[in-house]
């Protein structure tokens, strides 16, 4: 069986849309994930502060790295949002994904975003369906 370090990996290898977005794994267990990313011009919107599916974006892969880490593929089957504060051009995002639980075929997860000052800008939670297939 593959190491979540392994999985999040092949993972990120074939996320042409995590990568476009600049994530930096930085810690990655079963469950968790931690990953950063500094905010781009292409992430503003029309008020130039980070639209809101980019946080969306960051959180929904947070829970794909996390959930998948055990080694079963799960897939996402409901997800919220809340955003808390605005962001700017060049915040560094710190983006911290745990597990909440975890039974045979559901798993539940919250992800907070934070700013490098440690406020929060979100805060996420999903809700994914563990199947039997292996990574």
């Known amino acids: 069986m593959k190491s979540p370090e392994e999985i999040v990996a092949l993972m990120l290898e074939n996320d042409a849309f995590s990568q476009w977005l600049g994530i930096n794994i930085i810690a990655i267990d079963k469950g968790r994930c931690e990953i950063k990313c500094t905010v781009h011009e292409h992430m503003l919107n029309g008020f130039n502060i980070l639209h809101g599916g980019i946080s969306y974006s960051l959180s929904d892969s947070a829970l794909a790295f996390a959930s998948n880490s055990y080694g079963n593929k799960c897939m996402s089957i409901e ?7 605005k962001v700017a051009l060049n915040d560094t995002l710190h983006v911290i994904c745990e597990e909440i639980s975890r039974r045979k075929t559901i798993g539940i997860y919250t992800v907070s975003i934070k700013k490098a000052d440690g406020s929060e800008i979100s805060r996420f939670k999903g809700t994914v369906h563990i199947s039997t297939e292996i990574w």
């Open 79 to 85: 997800t919220s949002i809340s955003h808390l504060r």
